[in-house]
Structure formats: structure tokens, C-alpha cells
């Protein structure tokens, strides 16, 4: 188990305040095998720095495999109560056991259904899946959460963190949740709210490339952490993501071509950009603030 994240010596959190310091993370590791061969390549190339799984989803074996041959890679728990594609399901581990997380096909729900769950059931399904996780493996670095669902209210952002501190690990939590009156309560002065930064719905794809350039151009200093959804735009993730253009199989290349592109690695290192991980964490304190997150559409995976 992971030991709980500690801040670093004065000295030590200075320095990391004047350095740009960006994670570049891949969301939904294990929900499709195009979206795990995606996520393999960018980790061996060296384009991101940390990726999440979903436990639930059915190609998450392929991902623990992978794992035990590359235990170097930064790998956390993307904590998952819902299933949003409506030809491709998941369903919660706890199964049966949860019928108040269960649609009317014994799936997840929607995530417009997601705040009829009872918090307590909501508790059980996200220690089973870090468990899983560690009983299969892996080592997790940081939980985060699918779809953003469980910062929908304030009693889920309450069970997300509790269940962090509880195995010890870091939690994401963008500053625009973090900034919440309701929600500063809950975090500790070695809680780290990082500035987030993910596509836009609004963004278009033949400007693509171009929108990440410009958030690298404007990153201040501090932890940053910019979302990317990898795939490969082929038929098995055409087929999962049928009729959806958001979050969809094109989509998930063109940030697989962006973040292997090599304008975007040159852009990094002229801008004086700090690659990290989850990992790294107990060397790295909060820094400055772009406020990204606020200004991006409310994710889909």
C-alpha cells in the first residue's frame, strides 16, 4: 500500500512553486483494447506521464498485464460509477449487492441518474474497486474519478476523499472543486488541488492541435495536470462510441496525435515545462493556479 502523501521541506516547496510542473494523464486505461494499445504506445514514447483504470471495465486485465511488465509506469484508480455509452456496458463489482447502483439493465447508471445513489453505497463500491486493483497487482499512485461524477455533490466529494486517505493515496481534485466553500473543509494542508485542463466539446478538430499549444503556452507555474482521452479511431472503438461525437473514437485520436505530435514535446521543453507523475508528489506542492478547469466542458469520461 502506498504510504499517505506528505508535503515537501519549505525549501523544497519553493523551488517547486517557480517550476511549471505538468502531469499528462490518460483517463479510461481498460475500457477498450484500442484505448489501452493507445495508452501503452504513449507511455513507451515517453508523451504522458500517468494514466488511470478503469477496474470495472472489461479490458482491465489486459492493462494489469501490462502493468507487471512495466511497474515504471504511473498508474492510479479511475474511480467509476457510471457507464455512459449506450451500446457498451460496465456494471459495479459489488454487483447485486448494490441494486440502488444499478440501471434497469443492471448496468451503471447514466450520470444523470448518479445522484439518486445513496452515499453509503457509494462508499462501497469505490473501496472495492482500489482493492481490486491492489489484489490484482497494481500499485496505484493517486485515485481520480470517471466522468468527473463524484464531484456532482458535496457528499460524494466527501466519500472520494475518504476513500483516498483511507489506502493512503493522493486524490485529484481540480482547484475549481477544491475552491468550492462547500469542499475546502475536506482537504488538508497536504492536499493538493491541481489546476486541470482538458478539451473542450466547443473545440474544433481541425484546431485541435492548436488548443493545446496555446494551454502549454499558458500554463503558470505550479502543478498542472492536462487530461487526455487516447484511442485509436478504429472499429472497435467506432463500435463503443457509436454516435458520439464528444469523448468519441476520433476524438480519442486526435489527443493521441496531439500528445505524440512532435510540436507538442518541442513546445514543453522551449517552455521551460516540467514532466511528472503522480509518483512525484511528495516533492511537489501546489504552485500557481490557471484555472483551466473552470473554463472546460464537464468531461465524458
Known amino acids: 500500500m502506498k504510504q499517505s502523501w506528505c508535503m515537501t521541506r519549505a525549501d523544497e516547496r519553493r523551488k517547486s512553486e517557480k517550476d511549471k510542473l505538468l502531469i499528462i494523464h490518460a483517463d479510461d486505461l481498460g ?14 514514447a515517453g508523451a504522458i506521464s500517468s494514466a488511470s483504470v478503469m477496474v470495472a471495465c472489461p479490458w482491465f486485465p ?38 440502488a447502483l444499478l440501471d434497469p439493465s443492471g448496468f451503471f447508471p447514466t450520470s444523470e441518474n448518479l445522484d439518486r445513489v445513496p452515499p453509503p453505497r457509494v462508499a462501497s463500491e469505490l473501496r472495492a474497486q482500489i482493492r481490486s486493483a491492489m489484489a490484482s497487482g497494481m500499485n496505484p499512485t493517486h485515485v481520480d474519478t470517471h466522468m468527473f461524477a463524484l464531484f456532482s455533490r458535496p457528499e460524494t466529494i466527501a466519500i472520494y476523499i475518504a476513500a483516498a486517505r ?122 500557481g493556479d490557471t484555472r483551466e478547469d473552470e473554463n472546460s466542458a464537464r468531461p465524458q469520461s
Open 31 to 44: 475500457m477498450a483494447h484500442s484505448i489501452n494499445c493507445a495508452t501503452f504506445e504513449a507511455f513507451r
Open 62 to 99: 489486459e492493462v494489469i498485464r501490462f502493468a507487471a511488465q512495466h511497474p515504471e509506469f504511473d498508474l492510479g484508480v479511475h474511480l467509476t460509477l457510471t457507464s455512459e455509452w449506450p451500446g457498451y456496458k460496465w456494471r459495479p463489482l459489488l454487483g447485486q449487492e448494490l441494486p
Open 166 to 287: 483511507e489506502f493512503g493515496l493522493p486524490f485529484h481534485i481540480p482547484t475549481s472543486v477544491a475552491d468550492n466553500p462547500g469542499v475546502r473543509h475536506l482537504l488538508q494542508g497536504n492536499d493538493i488541488a491541481v489546476n486541470t485542463f482538458i478539451a473542450s466539446a466547443d473545440f474544433s478538430p481541425a484546431d485541435w492541435k492548436d488548443h493545446y499549444l496555446e494551454f502549454l503556452r499558458r500554463m503558470k507555474r505550479g502543478l498542472n495536470q492536462l487530461i487526455v482521452h487516447l484511442g485509436y479511431d478504429d472499429g472497435e472503438l467506432r463500435a463503443v462510441t457509436a454516435g458520439n461525437e464528444a469523448w468519441g473514437s476520433a476524438w480519442r485520436q486526435r489527443d493521441f496525435d496531439v500528445v505524440m505530435s512532435p510540436e507538442f514535446r518541442s513546445a514543453r521543453e522551449e517552455l521551460g515545462i516540467q514532466t511528472v507523475d503522480w509518483g512525484q508528489l511528495s516533492v511537489i506542492s501546489p504552485g
